[in-house]
């Protein structure tokens, strides 16, 4: 898992790249799918990473304010936004 793949500031640039895998049982792992929840957060979460404690309160406040009962509507929330 790597955080960085280059110097440059780029739109995806704090987004976690999970390996490369055909596996439809490695896609559906979760590590896999944590990976995929973790880019998709809103950029003022995402934004603060770095900062732990910010970003744990901003993950929590997000997720008390919206209740998500399956990753299908936890990702169409954050596609409409």
Known sequence: ???NLHG???RYGLN???PAS???LYQKSAHYTGLKVLN???FYIEGRQHDVNE???R???FLY???FYTLEEYFNEIKGT
Do not use: D, E, G, I
């Open 1 to 3: 898992m790597k955080f």
């Open 8 to 10: 440059r500031n780029t």
């Open 59 to 61: 993950v929590q406040s």
């Open 40 to 42: 998709s957060l809103p």
């Open 65 to 67: 304010c919206n209740t």
């Open 22 to 24: 055909y596996l439809a």
């Open 55 to 57: 970003f744990k309160q």
């Open 16 to 18: 976690l790249h999970p």
